[in-house]
């Protein structure tokens, strides 16, 4: 690399230590040169909290809080990413000392002492209180060494992150801006080595981005836990002006589908008034939500009412939502009792369900295929002093096959997890 390649990268970290941003970055799978660049140019206590490297995947499931399905993927990347502002925006404190907490997440799938069968790819993803950055780079297979392809990868990391820093970069929008630019909210963007001559691309490789603007509501939900987030009709609606339900449908919806329509109804008729949905930023048994992850999977529900939260236990939910039925699957029953998800001890489960109890909730339980099983909620043993919390569908009223795990798998073949 020449030597005004090096001066370009370093004025450009400059830049960025001299921005009021405060960042934790986390790394697996390679992209270390990025980070080994970033701390090598002075300045770097200012900028940099923390550097996490979760390698194994004991140690990712760990800095996420959950298993990801894949250790490789855009979605790990943006988990990560959402990780470590979190993790930023706590070492800053209340007053945020006038900085802005960042969180980069990279993950990669680069040479190493097998032959891979599949792409050699990094994905990385840039979470601020402005943006939410995702992309992805393919190399070239056997082009280059295990050292070379850090390399490419750091660079092109650091210059299509570090930029914002100082507002938009000026790629965005410009030339390079794909289908309809700036559409509902979304940014697709390609840059190839014209667009990024410091970061070494050979011809035919590009990095593919997606940015999407925050929302402020949606960051206080992430700081503070509050206030919930509705939407009805594709639209944010105030707490006082969104349609009144009788219970909400909580899951991931990673995709919404057929099942989860058809739930929806069964538990109206069941209910006799409107279901709405309810998606949480944080999951006890997944990693975190980025916010254009949020805004794809908002996207899914049409005219419907879907809230937003902050919830991550059924006893959280039923604080911000009293006098509601929440309609969950046998799957999701099953950890509501599991004193792993209340502290690790059955006092846990006993004191959430007297929260919900306090706040007037209940469950709607439907029933799920559990290996050649159809299990319900009377094959399952519901302690005698919560009965009244919970109600279940029988497999005549509803029974639904596919999950949300089976479309993902036919969807990108390989693909593991719920």
Not at 342 to 359: C, F, K, M, P, Y
Request: aromatic letters at 6%; proline letters at 6%.
């Amino acid at each position: 690399m020449s030597e005004s390649i090096e001066r370009r990268i370093d004025q450009l970290i400059e830049r960025f230590h001299a921005a009021p941003v405060c960042s934790a970055w986390a790394v697996t799978g390679g992209g270390l040169e990025a980070v080994a660049r970033l701390l090598r140019v002075p300045g770097a206590s200012a900028t940099v909290r923390e550097v996490s490297v979760p390698y194994a995947a004991e140690a990712l499931a760990e800095y996420l809080g959950a298993k990801p399905e894949r250790a490789c993927s855009p979605e790990t990347a943006r988990a990560l990413a959402a990780r470590a502002m979190d993790r930023a925006a706590k070492s800053l404190g209340a007053p945020g000392e006038g900085r802005s907490a960042w969180g980069i997440g990279l993950t990669a799938a680069l040479v190493s002492s097998r032959p891979k069968r599949g792409e050699h790819r990094a994905h990385w993803a840039l979470q601020s209180p402005e943006v939410t950055l995702s992309a992805t780079l393919v190399l070239e297979k056997g082009a280059r060494s295990r050292a070379e392809e850090d390399a490419v990868v750091g660079r092109a990391c650091l210059f299509t992150t570090l930029p914002f820093a100082s507002g938009l970069p000026t790629w965005i929008p410009d030339q390079t801006i794909v289908a309809s630019g700036f559409a509902g909210g979304v940014w697709d963007v390609e840059l190839s080595a014209h667009e990024l001559p410091d970061v070494g691309l050979l011809p035919g490789e590009k990095v593919t981005l997606r940015v999407v603007p925050s929302c402020p509501r949606i960051l206080e939900l992430r700081r503070s836990g509050r206030p919930p987030v509705w939407y009805h009709g594709g639209r944010p609606v105030s707490e006082s002006s969104r349609p009144a339900v009788h219970g909400l449908l909580s899951g991931s919806f990673n995709p919404l589908h057929e099942g989860h329509r058809g739930l929806q109804a069964v538990a109206q008729q069941r209910l006799g008034g409107p279901v709405g949905f309810e998606l949480s930023i944080w999951n006890v048994a997944k990693p975190p939500l980025d916010d254009l992850t949020i805004s794809e999977r908002l996207a899914q529900f049409g005219e419907d009412t879907v809230v937003l939260s902050a919830a991550a236990t059924f006893a959280e939910k039923a604080t911000h939502f009293p006098n509601t039925v929440f309609v969950i699957g046998e799957d999701t029953f099953v950890r509501v009792l599991d004193p792993r998800y209340h502290g690790g001890d059955w006092e846990g489960v006993v004191t959430a369900l007297e929260s919900i109890r306090q706040n007037s909730c209940r469950f709607l339980v439907a029933g799920r295929v559990a290996g050649s099983q159809f299990v319900t909620l009377e094959d399952c043993g519901v302690p005698a002093e919560f009965a009244d919390l919970f109600d279940g569908l029988t497999e005549a009223e509803f029974r639904i096959d596919r999950s949300s795990t089976e479309l993902r798998r036919e969807r990108i073949p390989g693909e593991a997890g719920e």
